[in-house]
């Protein structure tokens, strides 16, 4: 991390609203359901299917939950009416894990069943290392209800391996991506080339398992380790797909939807860009950096 990105990324706190805003506009659906939609349905007709996030997390009141809830209710419905892909991605702070989390499960689980009844899929999102065991126990207990979900793991920390094991021999769908939050180097890998070292490695438990693998990375690197993976084994088609940040790396987007390969888009949109947006740059310093070279033409 060079000391422009740290600066920065300090800086964020006292960046007009504004100028974050010309940032996240790129990288953000809008702050509305039909905005999403619109961009859906652009992604569709480039061949890419979605899941849909709707942005806000860590609430402080259980009725932020249920707000939350409310609103994923209305997004699948709206889903199902426009015969879009029926996939969201969730984030259990913003279900309240942190305040209730039996009654966390319960919002979860009934969005689950909604998700099901349209054909579909819900996505349970990874959130720092103080998360995961309760992430995980939800996911499993909703999965062996035979309920449509998968999980996410993060290939920095060290004890994704262990974790990738039990997964794959469950079966459970699993998306694989780096990790973005700040975690200590006794939780986390510090140095890239471990991290990728780990994604690989993980990557490859969770092929030779029998779960759904969504291979979630903009790196050109791991890209072509997960190429490689994929022709070595012969994976059918519909045991992974590549998974991409709307707004990032779409000449790469583009690429592996023309080779044939199977690509979801990750699409958040709502009210909460700013803190969502803020918060994503300031755990990422160097993506900080390079928005302020983008945007000063350096």
Not at 147 to 156: I, M, S, T
């Amino acid at each position: 991390m060079s000391l422009l990105d740290s600066l920065v990324a300090r800086a964020l706190a006292v960046t007009p609203r504004s100028v974050v805003g010309r940032v996240a506009r790129r990288y953000i659906a809008g702050e509305t359901l039909p905005e999403a939609l619109a961009t859906i349905r652009g992604l569709a007709a480039r061949g890419a299917t979605t899941t849909v996030d709707v942005l806000g997390e860590f609430i402080r009141d259980f009725s932020e939950a249920e707000a939350t809830a409310r609103e994923y209710e209305s997004v699948l419905d709206a889903l199902v009416r426009e015969r879009l892909p029926v996939n969201v991605s969730v984030k259990l702070t913003a279900f309240g894990l942190l305040i209730d989390r039996e009654r966390c499960l319960a919002l979860v689980r009934s969005l689950a069943r909604r998700a099901a009844d349209g054909g579909g899929f819900v996505r349970i999102d990874m959130e720092d290392s103080s998360c995961t065991d309760a992430t995980l126990a939800v996911a499993r207990t909703l999965r062996s209800e035979g309920l449509p979900v998968g999980v996410v793991l993060q290939a920095y920390l060290r004890r994704t391996g262990d974790d990738a094991r039990a997964l794959a021999a469950e079966g459970m769908p699993v998306r694989l991506c780096k990790g973005i939050y700040r975690e200590p180097p006794e939780v986390a890998f510090q140095e890239r080339g471990e991290v990728r070292a780990s994604y690989s490695r993980n990557l490859r438990v969770l092929l030779n398992g029998s779960g759904r693998v969504a291979i979630a990375t903009h790196d050109e690197v791991l890209v072509d380790d997960a190429r490689a993976a994929l022709h070595e084994w012969s994976v059918p088609r519909e045991r992974y797909e590549y998974q991409m940040l709307l707004g990032v790396r779409e000449r790469l987007r583009d690429q592996l939807l023309g080779e044939g390969h199977p690509l979801r888009v990750y699409v958040p949109f709502g009210r909460a860009w700013y803190g969502y947006s803020v918060r994503r740059l300031r755990e990422n310093p160097a993506i900080a950096g390079h928005v302020f070279r983008a945007m000063f033409g350096r």
